[in-house]
């Protein structure tokens, strides 16, 4: 795994020196006043995924000048064996010739690539080139892509007990469900990328459990990695877990880009015992960008300890049941992918369908903040006032409390003082300013020792929220 991760970033350094060497517009020369160039010096397919092929870039020859030129030859280098294609102004093939190019004109080369299966489990480095020829001149498009393996599951019903590991990427084309008698185990480091509108439905068990070097998290998320949609929310529908389905473990598990990364909203109320039953614990959990909501729960019992959850619809809404939050942070910032409208945390002691269902929620250490000024990020959808509301040393931005609840010692309407939170490159870091009135204003919790990164935790006055504050801290 170590070797394969570290390979990986080898071949991105590699293509990021690609880029480095060429990254003004490729000048290809002038003669009494004419010039061609092109609008950029290189094309990179990040991570493509072997047998499949890929969303199409483009760039433009420009003709620069204030006169007709003649471009006579644009072609692929690597010919017809290259795993790249291109087409140019609407013709595929490998080899242009004699093309016109009116002053202050451009025309398109568009490009793909489709690699077949490579003998390595390991990524590998494409590369070729198109060049182009105007008068005595010549010029240069670099094309490179990084090339992955990967298991293709089809969908179907996993029945009896499976193991998801790290060797290749997986790749879920359609919906997968896990029976009543199944486990499905997903070793750490392991990467599983879903199809747009396709999901993981858990109706026996998930045992999900990674660790805290990134080289074995596990990444659950969409399959479509080139930009934007790599960071787009709602580019799979999520995990869902079925009626029968309990003691699911997440540890060290990414969810991105989900509709609802976890939802758990089928279980009878007459069946299921909240008080008895744990559906799913998530630790040391990282879910970001769902469309709706991140955690989306109806008559459930979950534990969450040590979590990050942000930017996205809404970070947890839980319809009756019973919730254990310890040490999570929950942010909703506006960017160009997801805009923060509504509260973090919605909570009602009905199903959502009329049913009256008693809600409990226990919440200690926990952040619970957002840029959307006016709004107030716990809501309470009260319909029989049959709440049990418990927050201890928490941090809320919210000017008017749930008058139902017990908030012992929280933080009202303070900001947090994350290092970092840039919308504009949607780039952000959770982890905490030596300024924040976050750092020392927790209680212990039995069971916790270690935040979210495995370091240890103040045994007497921890951190709020799912990072203990260290100086210098990075992520």
């Not at 350094?13 to 006043?33: E, R």
């Not at 870039?57 to 290259?82: C, F, M, P, W």
Request: aromatic letters at 8%.
């Amino acid at each position: 795994m170590t070797k394969n991760r570290w390979t990986y970033f080898l071949l991105l350094a590699a293509c990021f020196l690609i880029c480095l060497s060429g990254c003004q517009k490729d000048q290809v020369g002038t003669d009494g006043g004419l010039s061609v160039y092109s609008s950029a010096d290189s094309v990179e397919f990040d991570q493509v995924f072997t047998t499949q092929i890929q969303p199409t870039q483009s760039v433009k020859l420009l003709n620069g000048s204030q006169q007709d030129i003649q471009i006579n030859n644009i072609r692929l280098a690597g010919g017809e064996t290259s795993p790249f294609k291109i087409n140019v102004n609407g013709q595929a093939g490998t080899n242009f010739n004699t093309l016109s190019l009116a002053k202050q004109d451009s025309l398109y080369v568009f490009i793909t690539i489709s690699l077949p299966e490579h003998n390595s489990d390991e990524p590998f480095l494409v590369k070729d080139s198109i060049e182009y020829q105007y008068g005595d001149k010549t010029g240069k498009i670099i094309l490179h892509a990084v090339g992955m393996n990967a298991y293709f599951l089809s969908g179907g019903t996993i029945s009896s007990d499976t193991t998801w590991t790290d060797e290749r990427p997986i790749v879920v084309n359609d919906n997968i469900t896990v029976a009543t008698t199944a486990t499905l185990h997903i070793n750490p480091g392991t990467k599983v990328f879903t199809r747009a509108g396709k999901s993981i439905r858990v109706n026996g068990r998930i045992q999900a459990q990674g660790a805290a070097d990134k080289a074995h998290q596990i990444l659950l998320t969409g399959s479509r990695l080139d930009k934007p949609y790599n960071n787009m929310p709602g580019s799979w529908q999520g995990l869902s877990f079925g009626p029968d389905s309990k003691n699911n473990i997440l540890s060290y598990v990414h969810i991105k880009n989900a509709v609802n990364a976890i939802a758990d909203t089928s279980k009878s109320i007459s069946a299921f015992d909240v008080n008895h039953q744990t559906a799913v614990t998530l630790e040391e959990c990282v879910i970001m960008q769902s469309a709706k909501e991140a955690l989306l729960f109806s008559h459930s019992n979950a534990i969450i300890n040590n979590c990050l959850i942000y930017n996205s619809g809404i970070g947890i809404r839980a319809m009756g049941g019973k919730y254990t939050l310890n040490y999570l942070t929950m942010a909703g910032y506006s960017n160009d992918y997801i805009y923060h409208t509504n509260p973090l945390l919605y909570l009602a002691d009905h199903d959502g369908k009329g049913v009256g269902d008693p809600l409990t929620i226990m919440a200690t250490n926990c952040i619970i903040t957002g840029d959307n000024e006016p709004l107030d990020e716990i809501f309470l959808d009260n319909k029989n006032s049959d709440f049990t509301l418990i927050f201890k040393n928490s941090l809320i931005k919210a000017t008017t409390l749930p008058p139902l609840g017990s908030f012992k010692d929280c933080l009202l309407n303070v900001d947090p003082a994350f290092i970092s939170i840039d919308n504009l490159r949607a780039t952000y870091n959770f982890q905490l300013l030596n300024v924040s009135p976050a750092i020392g204003a927790g209680i212990p919790v039995n069971g916790i020792s270690k935040d979210i990164l495995n370091r240890q935790r103040s045994e007497a006055t921890p951190t709020i929220g799912c990072y203990e504050f260290k100086e210098a801290a990075t992520n």
